[in-house]
């Protein structure tokens, strides 16, 4: 069964700085997507940066950055030049299709982020 | 393009309550999904739409669950004989055909006393 698993449950960054979020995945297919959303506080999540499995390339959004390693199941978030307004839940989302036509995704746990002033 | 919009954004209820929820989604959205998220949590997977069929189900759906998404625009979500462990939030999401993004709504508060 595919499982994603966020295992930093919180996490504090001061501000200006950089700080990774950690992301692994479990899965059989060769075939899917990555996606990092961000939920602010009573605010609808959005999305921050996508990664198509079948690229190399790390997918790459201003600030936000990922570490894409497809061979270890793994897929971290990287904020860069951290700003208040990043402080929010992040949750690691796996997508995917399934053999009976449908498209799930599956997300994780979430990590909160901390940014301190 | 106003967004996926959802309705009530809160509602407060009694046990053995019934309860509905609407989503609007994306004009253009094709595809719908219900997610359940309680404290703490990642959003769960409900249900999920395909224009006015039902693709697919969780078996976290149980038989007081239903979802329609007549004409394949809103969609509601009923709870019937609402149980205190139904208390959560219900988010509502939409995404155009082909893998993308899903934009999700602020979400409807359910709080079963």
């Known amino acids: 069964a595919q499982t994603v698993t966020q295992s930093q449950p919180e996490m504090s960054v001061q501000e200006a700085e950089t700080v990774t979020l950690s992301c692994t995945y479990d899965?059989?297919?060769?075939?899917?997507?990555l996606f990092w959303y961000k939920q602010p506080p009573s605010r609808q999540m959005i999305l921050v940066i996508r990664?198509?499995?079948?690229?190399?390339q790390n997918a790459t959004e201003n600030r936000f950055s990922v570490n894409f390693q497809k061979a270890a199941k793994s897929f971290s978030l990287k904020i860069s030049d951290s700003q208040l307004g990043d402080a929010a839940m992040y949750f690691c989302?796996?997508?995917?299709?399934?053999?009976?036509?449908?498209?799930?995704?599956?997300f994780g746990t979430g990590t909160r982020l901390k940014v301190l002033a | 393009d106003t967004g996926v919009s959802q309705d009530p954004r809160h509602k407060i209820t009694k046990r053995g309550q019934n309860v509905t929820f609407r989503c609007d989604p994306i004009?253009?959205?094709?595809?719908l999904y219900w997610y359940r998220q309680t404290l703490g949590q990642g959003p769960e997977f409900l249900t999920y739409?395909?224009?006015?069929?039902?693709?697919?189900k969780s078996r976290l759906l149980s038989d007081r669950f239903s979802a329609e998404r007549p004409k394949g625009s809103f969609s509601t979500l009923e709870i019937q004989r609402t149980e205190q462990g139904d208390s959560a939030m219900y988010l509502c999401?939409?995404?155009?055909?082909?893998?993308?993004?899903?934009?999700f709504g602020e979400g409807s508060r359910l709080t079963v006393l």
């Open positions: 999401a939409s995404r155009q055909e082909g893998a993308g993004e899903l934009f």
């Open positions: 899965t059989s297919e060769s075939d899917y997507y």
């Open positions: 990664q198509e499995a079948y690229k190399q």
């Open positions: 989302a796996y997508f995917f299709g399934t053999t009976s036509g449908t498209y799930k995704y599956i």
């Open positions: 004009s253009e959205h094709n595809r």
């Open positions: 739409f395909q224009n006015e069929a039902q693709l697919e």
